[in-house]
């Protein structure tokens, strides 16, 4: 008999855990779901948890996958150290700035979608995350006689922005894309984000930034006859396409 009620209590003891069991593994599957098409929108401003999945779509709107982008660096993909990263500010300032990569993590925090266009064809739509590259600007103080951005990357390659072209479409400078981290392939840790422009504006591996009066300072592609503004609804090449195709062979 007493056999008998205890098998009756282990089973009674079964059948109450059971629902538990079966209602917190569909929690748990509900939650990676979840987790995984969590808009972007829906994450508190700042907040710094890391994100382990590329979102696809933010506020409705579908977006590009960091795959879609291709490789066309000068040098390949450049792995800068994190800790001994610093980005410099100077040229036509008042107060230089040398920040580190966690400095630059604190600034106010921005976020836009913005297309990227490559003169070579292809386009890839993406959700940016980084800072104002005025709120650089504003703390080194740029001299009033300053026209010209000339930006500086890990790799040699280097090329302008107009300053006024920057303050008005109040440009960002990008550390994570998609809410992801940005990869090495895709410029860490920084890649200015410069709303239409052609591709070739948007540096990646960003080590410096100098504020100038040059306005005909030739960058890397300029030099080699892309159109010195580089504005998507502009011109390509300042001398025809024959030069790009001489530089490149």
Known sequence: MSLKLDSVNRAARISVAMPFILVLSSSVAFFACA?????????????????????????????????DFNDNSIKGVQRIDRDAYRLAVGGLVSKPLSLAYEELLAL???????????????????????????????????????????????????????????????????????GLELPPERGFPLQLVAEDKWGYKWIKWIERIDLSVESDFRGYWEERGYNQKGDYDGPRFEEGPEKIDAARN
């Open 35 to 67: 987790a995984k098409s969590l808009p972007a929108h829906e994450a508190k401003p700042g907040a710094s948890t890391p994100r382990s999945v590329e979102i696809d779509e933010y506020r409705g709107e579908k977006l590009g996958a960091i795959a």
């Open 108 to 178: 106010p925090r921005a976020e836009r979608v913005v297309t990227l266009n490559c003169v070579e064809g292809w386009s890839v739509r993406v959700y940016w995350e980084g800072f104002r590259l005025s709120e650089l600007l504003d703390r080194a103080e740029v001299a009033g006689s300053a026209t010209t951005l000339i930006l500086y990357a890990a790799d040699g390659y280097s090329t302008t922005i107009p300053l006024a072209d920057a303050r008005a479409k109040d440009m960002l400078v990008a550390y994570r894309m998609n």
